[in-house]
C-alpha cells in the first residue's frame, strides 16, 4: 500500500522538510534597528498622551472595559 497518497491538487511531489531555527539566534541587524525605531516612536507616542493628559486636553474614558482617549470639550476644560 502507498504510504504517500496523492494529494487532492494532483501534485505528486512532497514539500521538503522545514530547516530547524536557532533558538536565540541573532536577528540581521538592519530588523533589529527598525525594531528599536519602532519602540522609540511607539515610547514617544506614550510620553506624549501622557503629557496631553496631564495639561488636561485629552481625557481617559473606559467603555466595555475598554479603556480610550478622547479630546476634553474646551467648556469642560475651562471649568475645571
Known amino acids: ?3 504517500y497518497l ?3 491538487n494532483g501534485t ?6 522545514a530547516r530547524p531555527l536557532e533558538l536565540y539566534a541573532a536577528l540581521p541587524e538592519e530588523r533589529t534597528a527598525a525594531a528599536m525605531d519602532d519602540a522609540a516612536a511607539a515610547q514617544q507616542l506614550i510620553d ?3 503629557a ?4 488636561g486636553l485629552v481625557a481617559p474614558i473606559e467603555h466595555d472595559g475598554v479603556l480610550r482617549y478622547a479630546p476634553v470639550d474646551p467648556d469642560e476644560r475651562d471649568a475645571a
Open 1 to 3: 500500500m502507498n504510504r
Open 6 to 8: 496523492t494529494p487532492l
Open 12 to 17: 505528486p511531489r512532497r514539500r521538503p522538510a
Open 48 to 50: 506624549d498622551l501622557v
Open 52 to 55: 496631553l493628559v496631564d495639561a
